[in-house]
């Protein structure tokens, strides 16, 4: 993996945050600790990494603000999110399933909620990887974090 195809720094835009439970902050900070710790992320362009990411909503629409590592503005890459509206819902859903069910379900019953979960996971990384591909070049486990983090942009309360 190149160094400079990397994201070193990723922000949240949290001014549309109100209040999120301590299972979902748990899942952002495990987000970006694995993003950062090895990731592939290119912008298709002229540029050259390693990236800071601010990652925000405008308008029922991703934004992607890619800048250098010193912060300077490279580019910005806006994605509709209306084709992840079912999957992100359904992630959610299951999601707290699943929290519920570490509180008192039995391994089996857990381990099959969690088998639902990471098969949501994968279609909505493959999606935005999809959805991103003509845009910036990411591999398959930075795809997953930042679904993750896409999921962490959408709760609204």
């Not at 993996?1 to 949240?12: A, C, H, K």
């Not at 299951?94 to 098969?119: F, H, L, T």
């Not at 996971?121 to 993750?148: P, Q």
Request: contains cysteine; charged residues 30%.
């Amino acid at each position: 993996m190149s160094e400079s195809q990397r994201i070193v720094n990723i922000t949240l835009d949290e001014r549309t945050v109100i209040r999120r439970s301590p299972d979902i902050e748990h899942e952002r900070r495990v987000a970006i600790y694995d993003l950062l710790e090895e990731n592939h992320f290119q912008p298709v362009g002229d540029f050259t990494g390693p990236y800071s990411v601010h990652m925000g909503m405008e308008e029922h629409r991703l934004v992607l603000d890619i800048r250098a590592e010193d912060e300077t503005p490279l580019t910005k890459v806006q994605m509709p999110l209306t084709p992840f509206r079912r999957i992100i819902k359904d992630y959610f859903t299951v999601c707290e399933s699943y929290y519920q069910a570490i509180k008192s379900a039995s391994p089996s019953q857990i381990e099959a909620i969690d088998m639902g979960r990471r098969g949501l996971h994968n279609e909505g990384s493959d999606l935005l990887r999809e959805r991103l591909g003509d845009k910036i070049e990411v591999n398959g486990e930075t795809a997953r974090r930042l679904f993750t983090l896409v999921c962490v942009l959408q709760i609204r309360a």
